[in-house]
């Protein structure tokens, strides 16, 4: 059946670095990608989202690009701060035949200070 | 301006009890959501309504009821539960369907 990967499930990094997350899914006939952040003990707030008709969207530090014919898209978090620090985690829309989301496992991202 | 608010944050039931989630929203929306999400495993859809007077099932539906009460508000009914129901559970609305959900806080939800 459809399903969304994301990797990886655990990611750590020097403050300033970039975090990169992946995600890959099955249905090519998704066509909107939303990133979600999860901080502890809190509600998931969307931060980005792409549609299947634009490869790369940017707001601020993050950006998403997605690549279509290989059915997979990013996360980049580009100066990372402690407060990324967070699960991430992407989901994969589809429209046709009725609607069917499916959202990945989730990116424990660790920003160290 | 609220936005998602759900109740109760945290419940402990018996095995075989049976309780409603109650969720309202205050920002007009048109669909509203269920999820429940357990470690490891993202957030998986339990029911939906894409607008006032539709519910469809989601993934996991099996053991729950919904009612779209009003546009505002969305309920989530167990009849009997069950251990495998033990979650936390979030309340979801949305201008468009799935598109740029806002999530309420979370309820807790431990059967015994």
């Known amino acids: 059946g459809e399903n969304v990967e994301q990797h990886p499930s655990t990611l750590s990094v020097q403050e300033g670095d970039s975090a990169v997350i992946k995600c890959t899914y099955s249905d090519s006939a998704s066509n909107y990608f939303p990133w979600y952040k999860q901080e502890l003990g809190k509600r998931p707030q969307l931060i980005i989202d792409i549609r299947s008709n634009v490869g790369e969207k940017k707001d601020q530090r993050i950006a998403v690009t997605l690549n279509k014919t290989a059915k997979h898209f990013s996360l980049h978090i580009t100066e990372t701060q402690p407060e990324d620090s967070a699960v991430y985690f992407c989901a994969a829309l589809r429209y046709t035949g009725g609607f069917k989301t499916i959202f990945g496992a989730g990116t424990r991202l660790f920003v160290k200070a | 301006n609220a936005g998602v608010t759900q109740t109760p944050k945290f419940q402990v039931l018996k095995t075989g009890q049976s309780m409603t989630l109650q969720c309202a929203q205050d920002m007009n929306h048109n669909s509203m959501y269920w999820y429940r999400q357990d470690p490891g495993m993202g957030l998986r859809l339990i029911y939906y309504?894409?607008?006032?007077?539709?519910?469809d099932k989601g993934e996991v539906p099996n053991g729950y009821n919904v009612s779209r009460l009003n546009k505002r508000e969305f309920s989530l009914r167990l009849e009997s539960a069950a251990p495998s129901q033990t979650s936390v559970y979030f309340c979801?609305?949305?201008?468009?369907?799935?598109?740029?959900?806002?999530f309420g806080s979370g309820t807790q939800l431990s059967v015994l």
């Open positions: 979801a609305s949305s201008e468009a369907a799935f598109e740029k959900l806002f």
């Open positions: 309504s894409a607008s006032e007077g539709t519910t």
